[in-house]
Nanobody, 123 residues
Framework: QVQLVESGGGSTQSGGSLRLSCVASGYLGRRYSMAWFRQAPGKEREGVASIDTEFITTYKDSTEDRFTISRDSSRNTVYLQMDSLRPEDTAMYYC?????????????????WGQGTQVTVSS
């Protein structure tokens, strides 16, 4: 069983930055993918970025130039650095883990999910 705990959410103004963290525990295996998703009020959950154990990353088009996903293998931690935040980035952000090298943010591949951390961006 894998447990994921997110942190780092909060409130900021448009143009600000936040860094989200996700700590994974339990049996992860040698090859796996981690991703960030978000869900805004009244909208479906969408993928933001993913990274695998070979540090290959994928991004949603609208966030690629502002968000950076990274990982610290020694700490089983994945980060999402979010810069130039916009009000439309307001959402609950979730961390998820998929066995294997998925290199995608398609939700169906991700078996384990955290509880989420709220990000609010005001104009």
């Amino acid at each position: 069983q894998v447990q994921l705990v997110e942190s780092g959410g909060g409130s900021t103004q448009s143009g600000g930055s936040l860094r989200l963290s996700c700590v994974a525990s339990g049996y992860l295996g040698r090859r796996y993918s981690m991703a960030w998703f978000r869900q805004a009020p009244g909208k479906e959950r969408e993928g933001v970025a993913s990274i695998d154990t070979e540090f290959i990353t994928t991004y949603k088009d609208s966030t690629e130039d502002r968000f950076t996903i990274s990982r610290d293998s020694s700490r089983n931690t994945v980060y999402l650095q979010m810069d130039s935040l916009r009000p439309e980035d307001t959402a609950m952000y979730y961390c998820a883990m998929a066995p294997g090298m998925r290199r995608t943010t398609e939700q169906r591949f991700y078996d384990y999910w955290g509880q989420g951390t709220q990000v609010t961006v005001s104009s």
